[in-house]
């Protein structure tokens, strides 16, 4: 069945059962491999990419309901540019390993644009992705950084 997904920008057709995972669409039938597997259960975030503009886990979910919808991968996070979010995980050295930060910034970027200026309750309560690393104080500082820039830009 053809799946019809604009991602990144870019409209594709994909011959795919709909049931299939969107993660593994984008991976293996549209080889963009910076969202990664974690867990398959959507719980850890690794795989979190935006669908309509929303942080969105997508190990779990089939490829089939998104149908028509626009999908953001962290390759197409910056439009070819670092976003504010990405210059703020290099400034606060946020990466160890990396693994899980391209679904870590997917959903940071998305909660930022929702509340520009998030508590650090609101962004525990609200990023829930997981880093085996444990670069949470790093995450905050870059987070906190990221919403200090657009107070005094007033942005």
């Known amino acids: 069945m053809a799946i019809r997904l604009t991602v ?7 011959d795919i059962e709909p049931e299939a995972p969107l993660l593994w669409v984008i991976r293996d039938e549209l080889h963009l491999t910076g969202t990664k597997f974690g867990c398959g259960i959507s719980a ?5 990419v935006h669908v309509n503009g929303k942080p969105t886990r997508s ?7 998104v149908s028509n ?14 976003t504010e979010v990405q210059n703020a995980w290099i400034e606060h050295q946020v990466p160890q390993c990396g693994y899980c930060q391209s679904g870590m910034i997917m959903a940071v970027s998305g909660f930022l644009a929702e509340n520009p200026s998030p508590t650090d309750h609101e962004l525990t309560a609200a990023i829930t992705n997981i880093c085996r690393c444990g670069t949470y104080p ?16 007033g942005s």
């Open 44 to 48: 850890c975030g690794a795989c979190t």
């Open 138 to 153: 790093r995450i905050r500082a870059a987070v906190r950084s990221v919403a200090a820039k657009k107070r005094r830009s």
């Open 59 to 65: 190990c779990t979910l089939p490829v089939g309901s």
């Open 69 to 82: 919808s626009e999908i953001t991968t962290i390759e197409g996070l910056g439009s070819g540019a670092l």
């Open 8 to 14: 990144n920008g870019i409209v594709r057709e994909i």
